[in-house]
């Protein structure tokens, strides 16, 4: 139990200072984001929610989806990174609590932020191999734009502000800095 904290700390505070980053660097005016987002898959009648991430980012129009799905876990572990992934790969749409309209997952882009220790450990080094060999068989064995994804990026740094720094990066990537109007 004393360990968990300072981990839950740590993924609040990086969740915290992403979306202050994304809310100051918006890259549209309709943008809506959420912490806690829950995915699903299923029709109206049949959802069930199968996620949460911990940064949803929504595109309001002219053509209202998920833009943005970045899950945040300071403390890596492979076979959990997993299943992160493939719940992001599997859902159809993101509903907000108490109401009606469904956002789909459609040319989306999906972030898992970790923290894997430089150290020259073994099982730091296996760990980090791992994330990488999880990461590149997304890439290569799932139709990503069948699932609604347009890409599937990991930020494993040695520090959280190395990961931040590197998530950064990844949004700059499919939505450039100059290009981000204020509310």
Not at 98 to 115: A, H, L, S
Not at 133 to 141: M, S, W
Request: proline share 6%; with cysteine; charged share 30%.
């Amino acid at each position: 139990m004393g360990r968990d904290r300072p981990d839950m700390e740590s993924q609040v505070a990086i969740t915290k200072e992403i979306v202050e980053w994304i809310n100051e660097n918006r890259w549209s005016q309709t943008l809506t984001i959420c912490t806690e987002g829950s995915l699903f898959i299923g029709d109206v009648r049949w959802e069930t929610q199968i996620d949460v991430v911990d940064i949803l980012v929504r595109e309001e129009s002219p053509n209202p989806h998920v833009a943005l799905l970045i899950e945040v876990e300071p403390i890596c572990n492979p076979k959990k990174v997993l299943g992160q992934c493939v719940a992001a790969v599997l859902a159809d749409q993101h509903t907000p609590p108490r109401q009606k309209r469904r956002y789909p997952i459609q040319d989306t882009v999906y972030i898992w932020v970790g923290v894997v220790s430089k150290t020259k450990s073994t099982k730091e080094t296996r760990k980090r191999m791992k994330l990488e060999l999880v990461e590149k068989t997304i890439r290569e064995k799932i139709d990503l734009a069948r699932n609604g994804l347009r890409a599937v990026e990991f930020c494993v740094g040695g520090s959280d502000a190395e990961s931040i720094e590197q998530c950064k990066r990844a949004i700059q990537q499919y939505w450039p800095a100059g290009n981000n109007p204020k509310p």
